[in-house]
């Protein structure tokens, strides 16, 4: 795998309730992205995050994965780090784990079950570490699911902050496309996982109007210069608009509508380019730690030149490899061989050999 800087790196946790889709849409962006060849069922066992044998048997997650991809889009390739988490409240300490180290999430939602408790619990959390998110709502090849009745639903539990940016379009009871609410464009799938340019349907017409102007006040509302404009009736550009949406989803005062079908795998090339153009990169957070020399709060911003912090998340223990644990780094650099002083220990160690999972 490639080295990447901070800026081109995104922490993503998986959020939702149990048996929502969470890891047949971690195991979707493997298949887009490349890093498997083939997609992988729950109920076969044989994704690539649910691979311990409890987890095989039972079919659903019981502990965090950590699944590195590697999205390259035309400006750029990043890599995301992507955190699936269990869905079942027995496991909520795995959940908390993986937000601790998260710098934005995606909350699955089941189109044809709507919001559940876990869905809510996931907005919470959200809410609690002031995570930037996306509600991504999965099952929309399931021609009894209502995507209007759950928007409604959603902006009525968690307020106006809720905007779609995408909206189906259905022929004959099947999802064949969305509806780019942000360019205003009709989007219809091709063969693979590819979209192409097509025209917006007319019963689209009156829901792309509402969604729109709701964007539009949202981005009139990051300046004053802006609200001036759209007071007066101006168009925004398309970079202008890209500009304050992302500025919006980083701050968490927007949260983005997507949507696909995980196991037809549709929607997801738009989901990792909403994840590149929207979601920040960890050095957009500070990262606060204490100093052991002094004992003082100290702030850092993931920068590469200071000394080495980092943090254990999670540690694992495996019957053939034996122990190891998670580590993300927030200052310095680690190497193999470098020394070390644990907190928790108090006293220094030196690293084994670091590994890409």
């Not at 929207?278 to 911003?301: Q, T, W």
Request: glycine share 8%; hydrophobic share 40%; charged share 30%.
């Amino acid at each position: 795998m490639n080295v990447y800087e901070s800026k081109d790196i995104r922490n993503v946790v998986l959020l939702g309730h149990g048996g929502c889709g969470k890891t047949t849409v971690a195991e979707a962006m493997c298949y887009v992205t490349g890093a498997i060849s083939k997609m992988g069922k729950v109920e076969s066992g044989n994704t690539v995050s649910d691979y311990d044998k409890e987890e095989i048997k039972r079919g659903f997650s019981i502990s965090t994965s950590l699944i590195p991809i590697e999205y390259k889009d035309e400006d750029q390739q990043i890599k995301i780090n992507l955190l699936d988490t269990p869905g079942y409240f027995d496991f909520v300490g795995e959940v908390e784990e993986a937000v601790s180290v998260a710098d934005a999430a995606i909350i699955v939602v089941n189109c044809k079950a709507g919001i559940e408790v876990g869905t809510e619990k996931a907005w919470e959390i959200c809410e609690q570490y002031k995570l930037p998110r996306i509600i991504f709502v999965t099952n929309m090849d399931d021609d009894k699911a209502s995507y209007r009745e759950l928007l409604l639903k959603l902006e009525t539990r968690f307020g106006r902050k809720v905007a779609p940016f995408h909206l189906p379009i259905r022929e004959n009871e099947k999802l064949v496309g969305y509806v780019n609410v942000v360019k205003m464009k009709g989007r219809r799938f091709t063969d693979g996982f590819d979209y192409e340019e097509c025209a917006i349907p007319d019963y689209s017409e009156a829901n792309l109007k509402i969604a729109r102007e709701a964007l539009m006040e949202a981005v009139a509302e990051t300046s004053e210069e802006y609200m001036e404009r759209y007071l007066s009736g101006d168009e925004f550009s398309d970079q202008e608009v890209s500009l304050a949406l992302r500025a919006n989803v980083s701050d968490s005062s927007i949260v983005p509508v997507l949507l696909g079908s995980g196991t037809q795998v549709l929607g997801f090339k738009a989901l990792l380019m909403a994840i590149e153009k929207y979601f920040p990169s960890p050095d957009y957070n500070e990262c606060v730690g204490v100093d052991v020399r002094s004992g003082e709060r100290f702030v850092a911003k993931y920068n590469s030149d200071a000394n080495l912090s980092a943090k254990v998340f999670k540690t694992i223990v495996d019957p053939f490899i034996g122990k190891y644990s998670l580590i993300k780094v927030c200052t310095g650099v680690l190497k193999s061989d470098t020394n070390i002083y644990n907190v928790a220990k108090e006293t220094e160690e030196k690293t084994g050999k670091i590994y890409v999972l």
